[in-house]
């Protein structure tokens, strides 16, 4: 379920189930739409990238799921494994900025 | 071999003083980076360096100071350190692509 106010939107899945985090995104003149994992003590790790003109991209167990309609991004992850257990970011880059700008966190918990 | 390492990992300081935070790259990259993380996991961009050359700065108070000796260092300085200083602040780097982007391990300064 999700969490409000101080503490990070947190999704619990069942380890071998699918898991699907899901971010809403603002910039429309983004040119990238990035996904990141950071595990705990650890900084965030690239895991998949999709560029504006595509909705859909698959990389080893995880798709990233892109609606420009409605600003919505999207990472599942199949088969959900102990190791997945990380706080997952959304994040943009447009070329105009050279830089990359990072959206809430979504905690993802596996459950034994 | 670390990538992108930074030091110190953990830095407990008293209000007002000055501390510095370093960073280097064994990547080859042309581009350096200073994310802030607060306590909700929030990860902001505070500068960019692209071969020595300061790029982005973002609105950053004066008393944080990025100094690049060369492209394979980042350091930070802060002066006159305050409560709201408390973070965890990571380095990262990247090439040619910059939306794939390396990060160290990051610093927790905690100011007391």
């Known amino acids: 379920g999700e969490s409000v106010g101080l503490h990070l939107p947190t999704l619990s899945v069942q380890e071998g189930d699918n898991s699907i985090i899901n971010c809403a995104y603002s910039?429309?003149?983004?040119?990238?739409f990035i996904w990141y994992k950071q595990e705990s003590g650890k900084g965030p790790q690239f895991i998949i990238d999709?560029?504006?003109?595509?909705d859909k991209r698959q990389g080893q167990r995880v798709t990233v799921l892109l609606n420009k309609t409605v600003k919505h991004l999207s990472l599942q992850i199949a088969a959900t494994q102990p190791g997945d257990s990380a706080v997952y970011f959304c994040?943009?880059?447009?070329?105009?900025?050279?830089?990359?700008?990072f959206g809430k966190g979504t905690r993802l918990h596996i459950l034994p | 071999d670390t990538a992108v390492s930074q030091t110190p990992k953990y830095l407990v300081t008293q209000m007002g003083n000055d501390k510095s935070i370093k960073c280097e790259q064994n990547?080859?990259?042309?581009?350096m980076y200073w994310y802030k993380q607060d306590s909700k996991k929030f990860l902001k961009i505070m500068f960019s360096?692209?071969?020595?050359?300061?790029?982005i700065n973002e609105t950053v108070p004066n008393r944080f100071s990025p100094k690049s000796p060369d492209k394979a260092h980042l350091n930070l300085h802060i002066n006159s350190l305050e409560l709201g200083d408390s973070a965890v602040y990571f380095c990262?780097?990247?090439?040619?692509?910059?939306?794939?982007?390396?990060f160290g391990e990051g610093s927790r300064l905690t100011v007391l």
């Open positions: 990262a780097s990247s090439a040619g692509q910059v939306r794939e982007l390396f």
């Open positions: 910039n429309s003149a983004s040119d990238y």
């Open positions: 999709i560029r504006s003109n595509m």
């Open positions: 994040a943009e880059n447009s070329h105009r900025d050279d830089k990359i700008i």
């Open positions: 990547l080859g990259h042309d581009t």
């Open positions: 360096y692209n071969n020595k050359e300061l790029i």
